[in-house]
């Protein structure tokens, strides 16, 4: 700022010479250098990312202290934060988003999830066995890149039921909310969804807020004043750039383990990897500095509810019959990697007529209903690269379905096999019959309907029958899947792997249950928690 004032002082002075011609000049060499200032003072701000190479070579046969596998939510907090004191690894399967304006831009939100390959596009898509089409992050920011933006922090009966230090929880929330979460200004079409929330009796309405509260209010989000996203691997700005180095577009194949041989436990010393964009059958490693170390140097899988079991399992941990029938080298028999995968039942409805040109809008408000069972939100969503419509949704906060992960394949780029049993269990379904009703009221309302140019409805006519039926065909995912690494069956309370040394898994697939919000705040709380848990226990 003071370069830029000193500039604008001198060009004042000089351009009070009565040389026309000398003036025209100055003016130039002013423009000039006023225009690389700013380059230059954006450069040397830098980013302020670490470094960052999709050359598997330069990595290969390489050591670190840590190393991290995924970066995504939990993944980059998690880097930032040991590389205080330690060298970090990150290994991140797709590439930078800092180059996709489908990713950066708050006006091309969700486009990313339009148009999807096999192996190569931000967003890979997966179908559950129930036929449910889905999505996962394949970025550095993993899925903060491609969802809507939301942030809200989990209830506090969730943080005590998950056991965590209540102080450090909250200093965590506080450090990601100072990197990359900023205060919404409402649009057009949710200040009418804020409206008919709240007319429909969904209350108190809190205003702004980051606490999960029940009734209607608006939360946090992940874009700037300028409409530009901030991912979770922003937060990478934040540590020590000399300690970090991201390796993109590789994908794990397995974790490598030391055996001394004399039936102790198992360590992880490296992880093998693989060019993620290519058919090569070229395998490379990376290791841990002190394999044999007790105090640290640890591998972590951050690579979300499908990766982290599914990395397992390739690694030979995992339930030995489904193993074996890949013929994986059994290293130790855990029955319950990739059970307790859950996914929120959601129900979308359209409330306009047919696909039109709006702009696309993401989230910012939300109503919390039925004792904090029931989350409603509305983004208007692009349905193809021009068209939009304009939806309302919900979800079951707390569902009870439980599902399994398995394995399709011994190719780690491929998606595990899911079925997130959507509404097998009863007390799903009911809660399914009161989320359409509420849907149905919130979309009837006089705000909403007002907004859209339509007529409202005093009453929702459809018997328990008719809607139990019509949640079976019509239930989606809302993105919050998690579990298949529970922390008490698969990790312990240090998320460490039970009956390996050496090996944690830091991510949502460790969630017992859902958060109830979106689960976007307490993933990249969760990094950031567990990364100062870590330091501390290695204090030198």
Known sequence: MSSLIHLFKVSSILTETPNMEFQQIIHGLFTASLFLLIIFSALSQGDGLPYMTSDIEEVSGRSFDYIIVGGGAGGCPLAATLSERFSVLLVERGGSPYDDPFILERKKCGLSLIQTDEFSSVAQQFVSEEGVVNYRGRVLGGSTAINYGFYSRASRDFIRSARWDETLVRDAYEWVESKVVFEPKLSPWQSAVRDGLVEVGILPFNGLSLEHLEGTKMGGWIFDDFGRRHTSADILRTGVSKNITVLLNATVKNVIFHDNGDGSKLRACGIRFIKSDCNSDKIYEAYLKQPDSESWGDVVLSAGALGSPQILMLSGIGPQEHLERFNISVLKDAINVGKSIQDNPGILLYVDSQPGSREIDTIQVVGIANDFQIIIQSPILP??????????????????????????????????????????????????????????????????????????????????????????????????????????????EDYRVYGVDGLRVIDGSTLVDSPGTNPMATLLMLGRYQGVKILKENVL
Do not use: W
């Open 383 to 492: 349905i193809s690269f021009n068209a939009t419509r304009i939806g309302i949704a919900a979800k079951i906060a707390v569902p009870v379905s439980r599902g399994k992960l398995q394995l399709n394949s011994t190719d780690p780029r491929e998606n595990p096999s899911v079925r997130f049993n959507y509404l097998v269990e009863e007390r799903d379904l009911d809660k399914c019959v009161e989320m359409v009703r509420l849907l149905k009221h919130v979309s009837q309302s006089k705000s909403i309907s007002l907004f859209l140019g339509t007529q409202s409805y005093e009453t929702v006519k459809s018997s328990d029958d008719e809607l139990r039926e019509f949640c079976k065909m019509n239930v989606r995912t809302y993105y919050h899947y998690h579990g298949g690494c529970v922390v008490g069956s698969v990790v312990d």
